[in-house]
């Protein structure tokens, strides 16, 4: 990577947003973002960013290109077809996904970008806005070992802890992992607190409690105090919508490797049904109204 390579970013939401703003502030690097709303590309704009009217207007001008967009579905649309993103890569370039995709979306890509001599690398980030803010996300990454190498000092400009899982699709498969394995302690936090509470105990010394032992976790001191004790689940959070996604692709995952994965069904319901009494765009942790009943 030369000092005059240009970093692309698509898709400046939640998480986008800060990310770019991040790369934008500390890569040293010219950065063209897009996004289909104008607010948050007039906010990265004031930061230094180029505005593109396009993803094909962000292949162009740069030399490699992150995607942040909530689904697969989504990084397929923006990959496929005219104009897509595999049709306008030239030799060199490499491709980003931090997004959560499919396992077999990143293999596919993979192989698509390498047939016009590009480069892909999934690398799936982790950790909250404000991680995304402060430039202490995690993030996964499927990648060859040069592509790793040439891209490691770019995430690090938005992430303290960045893994190469192995090759492309690997990232994919840790991250799928660490949010099935969230989805399912948040579960058994909202049981434990719907039980304690009706067992005559109070939910916040039962968590404060649980923190001082061997069930402590990420999940309690986040998900638990923080959204499931005060009941604030607030919209453009992480939504029950998304995560419901994410626990479809660990169950897809789970079938093509013949693992019977139980405790995700479990989640996966939970959600569900979440979602069927109108919560799908709150904080996905409100799956512990439906343990408590409400």
Not at 88 to 99: E, L, N
Not at 101 to 106: E, Q
Not at 110 to 138: K, N
Not at 169 to 180: A, F, L, R, Y
Request: hydrophobic letters at 45%; glycine letters at 10%.
């Amino acid at each position: 990577m030369t000092a005059g390579t240009s970093i692309g970013f698509i898709g400046t939401g939640t998480m986008g947003e800060p990310m770019c703003r991040n790369l934008i502030l500390k890569s040293g690097r010219k950065v063209v973002a897009f996004d289909r709303a104008p607010e948050p590309l007039a906010r990265l704009a004031a930061d230094g960013a180029t505005v593109a009217g396009s993803p094909a207007e962000v292949a162009m001008a740069a030399e490699i290109v992150f995607v942040c967009l909530p689904s697969g579905a989504h990084v397929e649309a923006v990959c496929d077809g005219k104009d897509g993103l595999v049709e306008q890569a030239r030799a060199g370039q490499t491709f980003v996904d931090c997004g959560t995709s499919p396992v077999a979306l990143a293999r596919s890509l993979a192989t698509r970008f390498a047939e016009r001599s590009a480069y892909f690398a999934d690398a799936p980030i982790a950790r909250t806005r404000q991680a995304a803010q402060q430039g202490t996300l995690s993030v996964m990454v499927g990648a060859t070992p040069a592509i790793f190498t040439l891209l490691e000092p770019l995430i690090r400009c938005f992430a303290t802890d960045v893994t190469h899982c192995g090759p492309a699709g690997s990232g994919q498969v840790v991250k799928i992992m660490n949010n099935m394995v969230l989805a399912e302690t948040v579960a058994a936090l909202a049981e434990a607190m719907a039980i304690g509470r009706r067992a005559g105990v109070d939910p916040t010394l039962l968590f404060e409690t649980l923190a001082k032992g061997s069930a402590d976790s990420f999940a309690l001191r986040n998900h638990g105090m923080k959204a499931m004790l005060p009941g604030v689940y607030p919209e453009r959070a992480f939504s029950t919508e998304y995560q419901l996604k994410d626990l479809g692709y660990a169950l897809d995952l789970a079938a093509e490797t013949g693992v019977i994965a139980e405790g995700a069904e479990h989640a996966v319901a939970l959600l569900r049904e979440a979602i069927a009494r109108g919560h799908g765009a709150q904080y996905w942790p409100v799956i512990a109204k439906v343990v408590d009943g409400g």
